[in-house]
């Protein structure tokens, strides 16, 4: 019974909405999803949940929470019912949309899924019913041995029968008997007399002025222009006698007589044979007879002038002797001789040519020995076309072209190797020497035979010992603080990579690591700028983009001249524009590459605290324990080496300032937490009594409204502020301001607040939106200790006086004062910072909090205003128009002004005082009118008139002693309104 009920309930909480009418749930993940569409609101990043009671629900916190605690809660306290079902279904939950492929068995049941489907793959191919042969049993004795695993139907699918393919077996039925018919009538023979067969008609058919030619009554075989009597097929076929057959009548037995008889049958059909096809060529030459005819007259006219072209030609032959003897041989021979010695010529250049080739090796020996890359590189390149072009097939040179090749593979190790060794030497020397680029013109060969042979890598290699270097740069400095430090371990805390630092490393000893880091660094990074500026120059001279000759390489401390031996011709340029720009593209990348590491490199010295605070259980991290003159000094650090890194490669890095950005924050956090605690302390513990004014706060107060600056530092009016006296006010140009201790403090820090962002102009935006943070904390304590009576448990007031409120307004209003100093100074703070850290979330707090001060500043002076109303209001229900005069209740009433205006008189300006006041006055007005129609007195200059007369007379009195409202106001011509018209 426990278990049902349980699963009744269980079903009760997420079957339906308790909030929605007619709106029912088969899943619960309909029910989450109809919580999230219906019940749930989000505010920026934040889900708050609306699941309750006037769209409130109780275990949600009021501001939010993110996606995933949304989620939990749902699960957690909307649809789970005991601990173990609530358990059991954040499983499932978590399952589901962490892995929404995989099934869940408590949301789908014995719903079919894909893994249904799911089967031996070897089975599978081979055949579906029989399982996997995975042993001797089961290979031997077959697949009854195993269980087997049924492969369940999808219910997806339809069950597929032979009904399905009616229709296409119907259609293709047609087209393939219409196939077959088509093969068959190709299929049959197509020869001369099959096609008579068919067609009897082209019998008929016969060529006009030609003869016919009856040849069917010879065998074909005769006819084949291959008869070969050696094939036994054939013979066989012309001599049918020759092969052996059963006696037949009127044969011998022997056979010797049926044989010669058909051998003489066989001549005659031959015989026959013959006299048809001389029948048939006599008719032919019958039929052509005039042409035979018309032939032999033609030709003794064709002999007759055949020997007259003979006579011609032989004539024509020795005038063409006799020319070529006169004028050809000797003109031929001139040209025989000119070709000859062009020959002879053309042989001497090859062996000049040969003999020049012959020395390339040795030559290419020296240049190295210079060392001249480009030219022993050029000369190879050279060489090599020669051998390719004018020296091809020559015998001597066949292996010259091979060991070029292997020459030049040498000299590109050489290069690498040189410039590995170049860069080794040239960042790990003393970064106190002057010289930036070391041995130019070494560097100026290697690069250009780099740059000639296309290999790019060198670039690479460079920014690689570049990273090396900075790394080792990092892990000296550090080393080199730790060991001079007094305040570190003496075993030291630094890792391979030389950024992780101890714990126990002092302050100061930390930022003088990052300072002498920073500043080393940036010699390297000049270094590696003054080497960047070589290799572009000779970049722009291999693309011909520049004129040869000296120019000024290195730094602007050491200049270095740099002679480039490249020629300033076009055509001696060997890089081509794509070339050229994928080369500038890579230096570029080099320089912001290296920059980039070094940022990131300091940015783990700042972040290193960080992983030793979440490694091990240690002290306080050392930025929680900085004051904002320390961080401010990090912070010039850190924008130094930003801005020099920024001019070296022309980008901004951010890994540096990102880091700075973290502890900076911590610092901002631990700073208002350290100041929101010292406010809830000190409002606690303020008794809200008039304080007195140090004079540091009137020189602040001053300064900010003279300069609009919070800055805290010492000035030379602040020499003397220790020997003034306290004032009892706080001037504010012409308006004194009497504030209580806290109020103090809070412009204090306020402006330390302020002095703070200017120093951290980075945390500028994210301070604005701390101190709107801590305003609206002073605002709401002090709402809570004056208007709601806070004050009464925490400080040991007795009881919440005018004063007290006053008091309470008077601070409000020096905050309203405030607050435009306050939003000028973050405004232009944060819009001076890059796009990516602006926020405009502060400045608006500081808006909203303006609004809400001024609403509490109203809310006390409606206070104040009460309290006096609901005495005087007292009073005159008291009130009756007899003797004597005046009466106890309107000499109460004159008391109660009277104390009021001592209460708020030195407090409150005279101009707030006298609306007080004003508004007094014309409440006790109102009253007395309703009171005198309620009595029903008149003025009609009776007795009871001249009681009220009087009563007013004194009323007036009283207030004109305590000078509040201008005398107009208290005159007796403005008391006629009192009086009933009708």
């Not at 049924?150 to 393939?176: N, W």
């Not at 068959?184 to 008609?201: G, V, W």
């Not at 002057?434 to 000639?452: E, T």
């Not at 806070?790 to 007031?797: E, F, H, P, R, S």
Request: some cysteine.
């Amino acid at each position: 019974m426990a278990k049902v009920s349980r699963s009744s309930e269980h079903k009760h909480t997420w079957n339906h909405c308790s909030y929605c009418n007619n709106v029912e749930f088969k899943a619960q993940q309909d029910f989450t999803r109809h919580l999230r569409e219906r019940h749930c609101t989000r505010e920026g990043g934040s889900f708050v949940c609306r699941y309750g009671y006037n769209g409130v629900c109780s275990s949600l916190p009021v501001e939010g929470v993110n996606d995933e605690d949304y989620e939990e809660h749902v699960y957690k306290h909307h649809v789970a019912v005991d601990s173990s079902t609530r358990r059991g279904h954040l499983r499932q939950f978590m399952a589901t949309h962490h892995s929404s492929e995989t099934p869940s068995i408590v949301a789908d049941g014995q719903q079919w899924t894909l893994y249904c489907a799911s089967q031996n793959l070897p089975a599978v191919l081979n055949d579906p019913n029989r399982g996997k042969q995975r042993d001797f049993f089961t290979k031997l004795w077959g697949d009854g041995f195993v269980d087997k695993v049924d492969v369940s139907p999808s219910p997806h699918l339809p069950e597929i029968t032979l009904q399905h393919f009616d229709s296409y077996i119907k259609k293709i039925a047609r087209r393939y008997r219409k196939h077959v018919r088509m093969n068959t009538n190709s299929a049959k023979p197509s020869s001369h007399n099959e096609l008579l067969q068919h067609f009897p008609n082209l019998r008929a058919v016969r060529h006009i002025g030609r003869p016919h030619f009856d040849i069917s009554g010879i065998p074909k075989i005769f006819l084949q222009p291959s008869l070969e009597l050696s094939n036994p097929e054939t013979f066989n076929a012309v001599f049918p006698f020759s092969t052996k057959e059963p006696l037949s009548p009127g044969i011998n037995k022997d056979g010797s007589c049926s044989s010669h008889q058909s051998g003489k049958l066989l001549q005659e059909k031959l015989s026959h044979y013959l006299d048809e096809v001389e029948v048939q060529i006599a008719q032919q030459v019958a039929h052509k007879s005039d042409a035979f005819f018309h032939a032999m007259t033609s030709h003794d006219a064709l002999s007759e002038q055949l020997m007259q072209t003979v006579g011609v030609v032989r004539a024509l032959r020795e005038k063409i002797r006799h020319i070529d003897k006169t004028l050809v041989e000797d003109s031929l021979n001139i040209l025989k001789l000119e070709r000859l010695r062009a020959n002879h010529t053309f042989v001497t250049y090859k062996l000049k040519l040969m003999a020049t080739v012959h020395q390339t090796q040795p030559t290419i020996q020296l240049l190295l020995s210079t060392p001249d890359y480009v030219a022993a590189l050029e000369l190879i390149a050279t060489t090599q076309e020669i051998l390719l072009q004018e020296l091809a097939g020559i015998h001597s040179f066949r292996h010259l072209s091979s060991q070029l090749l292997e020459m030049e593979r040498l000299i590109d190790k050489m290069l690498t190797s040189e410039f590995e060794r170049y860069a080794t030497a040239d960042l790990n020397r003393p970064l106190t020497e002057v010289q930036q680029v070391l041995a130019a013109d070494k560097l100026i060969s290697i690069i250009f035979g780099m740059l000639r042979q296309k290999h790019l890598h060198f670039i690479d290699t460079y920014k690689d010992e570049a990273f090396t270097a900075i790394k080792t740069v990092v892990k000296q400095m550090v080393i080199e603080v730790l060991a001079a430090s007094d305040t570190g371990d003496s075993e030291l805390g630094v890792t391979g990579h030389g950024d992780t630092m101890q714990h126990g490393m002092a302050l100061p000893d930390w930022l003088n690591v990052l300072q002498n880091t920073t500043h080393t660094l940036m010699k390297l990074i000049k270094r590696v700028k003054a080497v960047h500026d070589v290799m572009r120059q000779a970049a722009d001279v291999s693309a011909g983009k520049m004129p040869s000759g000296s120019s000024s390489i290195g730094g602007d401390d050491a200049p270095t001249e740099i002679h480039v031996t490249v020629g300033s011709d076009p055509s001696d340029s060997f890089l081509s524009e794509e070339e050229h720009q994928k080369v500038c593209a890579k230096l570029q990348e080099l320089l912001t590459s290296v920059c980039d590491f070094a940022h990131e490199r300091v940015a783990q010295l700042v972040s290193a605290q960080d992983r030793n605070q979440v490694s091990q259980s240690q002290p306080p991290l050392l930025m929680e324990k900085a004051t904002a003159s320390e961080v401010c000094e990090l912070s010039k650090v850190i924008d130094a080496f930003t801005e020099q890194c920024e001019r070296v490669c022309g980008r901004t890095s951010t890994a540096l300032k990102s880091a700075f950005k973290v502890q900076a924050s911590r610092f901002v956090q631990r700073f208002h937490q350290d100041r929101k605690n010292k406010l809830n302390l000190i409002l606690d513990s303020e008794r809200w009594k008039q304080a007195e004014v140090p004079a540091e706060f009137q020189d602040l107060v001053n300064h900010i409204t003279e300069t609009g600056n919070f800055s805290l530092e010492k000035r030379d009016a602040e020499g003397d502020s220790g020997s003034r006296r306290p004032a009892s006010f706080l001037f504010v140009g012409e308006e004194k301001y009497a504030v209580v201790g806290t109020v103090l403090l809070m412009l204090k820090m306020v402006a330390e607040y302020c002095a703070c962002a200017e120093d951290l102009s980075l945390m500028a935006h994210n301070l604005c939106r701390h101190l709107a943070e801590l305003l609206q904390l002073f605002n709401s304590k002090c709402c809570q200790l004056v208007l709601g009576a806070g004050a009464l448990q925490v400080a040991g007031l007795k009881t919440i006086t005018s004063t007290n409120l006053a008091l309470s307004s008077r601070a409000l209003q020096l905050l309203l004062w405030l607050l435009p100093y306050v939003r000028t100074h973050f405004q232009g703070l944060i819009e001076n910072q890059n796009q990516s850290y602006r926020s405009a979330g502060g400045v608006n707090a500081l808006d909203a909090v303006k609004k809400n001060v001024q609403s509490h500043v109203k809310e006390v002076d409606e206070k104040v205003l009460s309290i006096i109303s609901i005495l005087v209001i007292g009073q005159l229900a008291q009130w009756e128009a007899r003797p004597p005069v005046p009466s106890q209740p309107f000499r109460n009433i004159s008391r109660h002004l009277t104390k009021l205006h001592e209460a708020i008189a030195n407090i409150l300006p005279p101009d707030q005082v006298s609306n007080v006041y004003m508004l007094v006055h014309r409440g006790f007005k109102e009253k007395l009118r309703e009171q005198l129609a309620k009595m029903g007195i008149v003025n009609n200059g009776g007795p009871q008139h001249g009681i009220v007369t009087s009563e007013l007379t004194f009323y007036l009195e009283a207030l004109k002693s305590l000078k509040v409202l201008p005398p107009e106001e208290l005159e007796d011509e403005t008391m006629k309104d009192i009086w009933d018209t009708r």
